[in-house]
């Protein structure tokens, strides 16, 4: 994976930033039908500096000034974008949460606190979230071994010009323990929509569990999957390699693209026309709804996400699903209209920026079937 | 209303008459939004012949031939095409019976009977129904007073060659007593969405029954007012003339219709997002289904017509819901696919009748919203 495949290069500010499309959200990675995307991410901290939540805010401020200056000079950083979240407004530190660029702590923009980002938004560092930074490469479809070559690329990067907590005992020190060794998490999210209507979901992420790996639904818990999402990642960074952790996330996430292909092919076997019908009237809604909730955005682009993997004609691109999920969130809403919505209104808005997108989908195909 | 105002001239032969669209669906008629159609039915029988039910096979075939001499020497059935029950298969005479040509009974094939269509399907006699002859006459919109102008003036041409069975004192005479006197049912199908949407329909129906007129669902009684389409007709036959029996439907009707008015009025003002979304997501779902029931493009098509006659733009004309309704019936979808169908294929094959004709409208409409 090169770390800026789109050549856009990096945003020069905030607002080109979100006036793109998430590229990792492409759709055109490998297993691109199955799996949104990957993620590493790296937790890291300074030397001689408290952590984070313990440290005052002038060493903070250091911290944000370290981080800055080491990505500078950083190859993997090349003409980067630094955010201070405390030059941000809520409505801005929250549609970078939206990006899954950022977590819900950074976003609090209470202490000092910022991101860089690089390449693209595939990669970018946290800094001062639980750890002084975190690391984050994001990459469409299956791919662990490459997201982690580049994240590994720019932790060596960065770390020339920083002093890294690390022991040779248990590896790199962490605010909380169970991140403490790799300091590593990859994770991958896929799209199981099969499994859950065939209701085979519970035994396979019980599997999976058994493995040593952890999932949950994206968007709930439980037996409320929202959108058919699920998030499988590593649970161990202390006493294994990044590399133990990269190939067995790999190897089970393959495995379980193997059970929702199987789960598929069965579903097209015995209930093509119910499933082909329930694809297109899930479009249809996105189509020409005039209202419509983030829940039902998520639902009904996970049944045309499917269809579209399983090559039904006529559709739109996956990309097209996939940046719906981003775009359709309130902050994203809220700062796209350029004011503050009632739940109504947002509704409203929702389904115009819905409507448009499919819309221009079908232009750019010379129409849907 | 002139009898043949398409200028198509009455059909040459059964296939021709139908690859055509009913002409009364058109959805142009007076207040075509809420009253899809008028009909007018004259009950006659012929002196000196027993009633349908006591007559014998040669007095009914008597009958036939009578009626098509007095319907070939009539100017009002000029060109006309007469289509003996006998002749046809169950599957064409089910044909008629879903254009409502025919009704059930004439639509059982097992005794001599016949229909002598006019004008564009808008003129017909069924012959040897539960009566000798039952002119009839269909028109899109509310228009009772011309269609029975139409209705008198072909029950007049054809009483020059046929002796009908009168009594001073009755007036026509007719097999069942409750249309003895004018022999006269003359309905109106009206649509009543919002006055069901808000409940309001028990109320109006309950007032209808008390000035002496007639209402029922059209597919389905009691609350389950399948795609919400009331047929309203008078009652009374005796002691009446035909002038009141039309001028109490038409007051009556122009009453209901004006309660719907309001009650869409309300909705607008209250609702009108849930309503526009809820008129578009039923019309993204007829746009895109791949499998479809009777009953769901009955109830889709309803909140489409009422959409359109709310004048949201970019939806097409009411002429192809109507049209729906006729074209995705079971007799219909199997003569169009040339074979037996079960209900599963038939679903599929309705589905794409659907999509076809409402695809057919965007283009011609150089595009829907």
């Known amino acids: 994976m090169s770390p800026d495949p789109g050549g856009l290069g990096p945003p020069r500010d905030f607002g080109e930033l979100v006036s793109r499309a998430s590229p990792w959200l492409s759709g055109d990675g490998p297993h691109g039908g199955m799996v949104l995307s990957t993620r590493i991410r790296l937790a890291r901290n300074l030397n001689n500096v408290p952590f984070t939540h313990r440290a005052r805010d002038e060493q903070l401020q250091g911290v944000v000034a370290n981080v800055a200056t080491a990505a500078r000079s950083s190859p993997s950083f090349d003409h980067s974008l630094l955010l201070q979240m405390s030059d941000m407004s809520p409505l801005e530190r929250q549609v970078l949460v939206e990006r899954h660029l950022v977590s819900h702590e950074l976003g609090d923009g209470t202490r000092p606190r910022g991101i860089v980002i690089a390449s693209d938004e595939r990669l970018s560092v946290m800094i001062n979230e639980e750890d002084h930074l975190r690391l984050q490469v994001m990459a469409p479809g299956l ?37 403490a060794g790799t300091g590593l998490r990859a ?5 199981l929509p099969a499994l859950v209507i065939l209701k085979d979901i519970h035994q396979v992420l019980k599997s999976v569990m058994q493995v040593g790996l952890n999932v949950r639904g994206l968007y709930g818990e439980h037996s409320d999957w929202m959108g058919n999402l699920f998030q499988v990642s590593n649970q161990t960074t202390l006493g294994v390699t990044e590399r133990d952790s990269i190939e067995s996330l790999d190897r089970v996430t393959r495995r379980i693209i193997e059970m ?32 419509i909730t983030s829940r039902e955005v998520i639902e009904r682009s996970s049944v045309v996400r499917m269809g579209i993997a399983l090559g039904l004609p006529g559709l739109c691109p996956i990309r ?10 309130p902050a994203h809403l809220q700062r796209a209209s350029g004011g503050e919505m009632t739940q109504a209104e947002r509704n409203v808005y929702r389904a115009g920026i ?11 195909a010379g129409h849907a079937a």
Chains 1, 2 share one sequence.
């Not at 690329?153 to 790199?172: H, V």
């Not at 015995?270 to 479009?283: F, M, P």
């Not at 448009?356 to 750019?364: F, P, V």
């Open 354 to 364: 819905v409507r448009e997108r499919l819309e221009a989908a079908e232009r750019d």
């Open 187 to 191: 994770s991958v999210l896929v799209h």
């Open 260 to 291: 929702e292909e199987k789960a598929r092919d069965r579903m097209l076997r015995d209930a093509r026309v119910q499933l082909e019908d329930k694809v297109w009237r899930g479009y249809g809604e996105l189509r020409y709804c005039r209202s």
């Open 143 to 179: 791919q662990p071994s490459e997201a982690w070559s580049v994240a590994d690329a720019a932790d060596d990067d960065l770390g020339q010009g920083l002093d890294y907590a690390f022991s040779d005992d248990i590896g790199y020190l962490t605010s909380c323990p169970t991140n």
């Open 320 to 329: 097209v699903v996939n940046e719906l999920l981003i775009l359709t969130q």
